[in-house]
């Protein structure tokens, strides 16, 4: 099974007459069948190192919007800091990390 599997992928990866070469169909040619059984692995390795690294980066990002915990009193000052942007408060600007802001309204 596991030299039918790769004979159909050589034969694929290179074409018919290349296939039966390279795994050493015709007698006394061990060393085809041991550099592409060495190219093989190798290239699964590599396979299985990119998706495991891919894993761990895809698992370690953070994520592009925090979800912002802040326990703020529910008044109503509003106030407009750096960029236009108006709070509700003051607590609440700097929930959000808001800067330079003062009293809006009146």
């Given amino acids: 099974m596991r ?3 790769l004979r159909s992928w050589m034969r694929r990866r290179f074409g018919c007459w290349r296939a039966r ?3 050493g169909s015709e007698p006394g040619n061990p060393r085809k ?4 059984r060495n190219t ?3 290239t699964f390795g590599a396979l299985v190192t990119l998706v495991i690294l891919g894993g761990v980066i895809a698992l370690s990002e953070t994520p592009t919007q925090a979800r912002i915990i802040c326990e703020c009193a529910d008044l109503d000052n509003p106030v407009i800091c750096k960029g236009g942007r108006i709070y ?3 607590c609440v600007a700097a929930c959000f990390g808001a800067t330079h802001c003062r009293p809006y309204g009146g």
């Fill in 21 to 23: 070469e390279m795994m």
């Fill in 33 to 36: 069948e041991k550099t592409v």
């Fill in 40 to 42: 093989l692995r190798v």
């Fill in 88 to 90: 509700s408060n003051p």
């Fill in 3 to 5: 030299r039918y599997w």
